[in-house]
């Protein structure tokens, strides 16, 4: 049935030897190209997309997870900063550093679309059921946040519209890696000086394989600009606490970085 039929207000309305050369050591998985996804009702304050599968959505978004911390350690010149600041880091981009895997491997998750129910029906039910009125129910478990899926599927989208490579995806990872403005950095110097080098191999690369499109450099930089939208309280709550609970996504990160993946 069309969307305008299911509701009516829809009626109504550079060298070997560099830190770019090594982090190009990464694979890249094959898949079929993202077709169109369903029609949705441009109401989208009264529906909502969940994740049909959680557990199938954790245990891929783990896996991307290990890949991408792997990814990290292979980099020689993360490597040679102290500990603290590769932790420091990895905390500050492994949502960004995830979402940007998940689009690079082509991690589809399969959703689910139901209803938002008004502040009246939720009132109605909770009186019926004997428990408080919304917004004065007391503090229980977070829940993903209702547009956290549909913001990692637009930004998915995006990458796959722009059929990024491999060696783009490594440039745009070097670019989130290494953030100089993170407060408490002791290597701020040379950190920048990684971020610039993976921003200008980036460049150079599109001007020499895309020699007729001189946007594409900008295109990319949008995409970069996406990931700042990414919350990693909302990442880790989307894919991995309601499988592993209320673990520490700091403790974890801490642990596997000092594994050998």
């Not at 050369?21 to 993202?34: D, M, V």
């Not at 949705?40 to 959505?57: H, I």
Request: proline share 7%; with cysteine.
């Amino acid at each position: 049935m069309a969307c305008a039929e299911r509701c009516r207000c829809c009626a109504e309305s550079r060298r070997h030897g560099s830190i770019l050369y090594n982090i190009l050591r990464s694979e890249e998985r094959a898949a079929p190209p993202a077709g169109p996804g369903p029609r949705r009702c441009p109401c989208g304050s009264r529906r909502r997309l969940s994740l049909r599968s959680p557990q199938a959505a954790c245990k891929a978004a783990s896996a991307v997870l290990v890949k991408t911390l792997r990814f990290v350690q292979n980099v020689p010149c993360f490597q040679e900063l102290p500990l603290d600041e590769q932790l420091l880091l990895v905390r500050s981009c492994w949502a960004p550093l995830l979402v940007l895997g998940l689009a690079q491997d082509r991690v589809h998750f399969e959703t689910v679309e139901s209803a938002e129910p008004s502040m009246l029906q939720r009132i109605l039910t909770a009186r019926r059921r004997g428990e408080q009125p919304p917004g004065r129910a007391p503090r229980g478990p977070r829940l993903p946040a209702p547009g956290g899926i549909q913001t990692v599927q637009g930004f998915q989208a995006k990458c796959w519209s722009l059929d990024i490579s491999t060696k783009e995806y490594a440039y745009l990872k070097g670019t989130v890696l290494f953030n100089p403005d993170l407060p408490g950095l002791q290597c701020t110097q040379y950190i920048e000086g990684l971020q610039r080098e993976a921003q200008q191999a980036l460049n150079e690369h599109v001007r020499l394989i895309h020699r007729g499109d001189e946007a594409r450099f900008a295109k990319l930089n949008v995409v970069l600009s996406l990931l700042r939208s990414i919350n990693a309280n909302v990442i880790a709550e989307l894919f991995f606490r309601p499988i592993i609970g209320a673990v520490n996504m700091d403790d974890m990160l801490l642990e596997m970085l000092c594994a050998k993946l």
